[in-house]
């Protein structure tokens, strides 16, 4: 995931069915390594909400390129 992409909150076992939670990916820290963190700062534009996600319940509906 990259600063800008759109992306959906998924609780895959929440047995819910959409619309879910979408926002936009604001911050991207990298490991120490240079590799992905497993979490990503969203700010949520379907709900009054921002923070910390893990990436395996988010899905990238629009890359920013």
């Excluded at 990298?30 to 899905?59: C, F, H, I």
Aim: hydrophobic share 35%; no cysteine; proline share 5%.
């Amino acid at each position: 995931m990259k600063i800008g992409d759109l992306v959906e909150y998924v609780e895959n076992d929440s047995g819910l069915d959409a619309p879910y939670p979408r926002g936009i990916v604001v911050e991207v820290p990298a490991d120490l390594d240079g590799s992905s963190a497993d979490q990503v700062r969203v700010v949520w534009y379907t709900s009054d909400n921002q923070g910390w996600w893990n990436t395996d319940k988010l899905e990238v509906l629009s890359e920013n390129r």
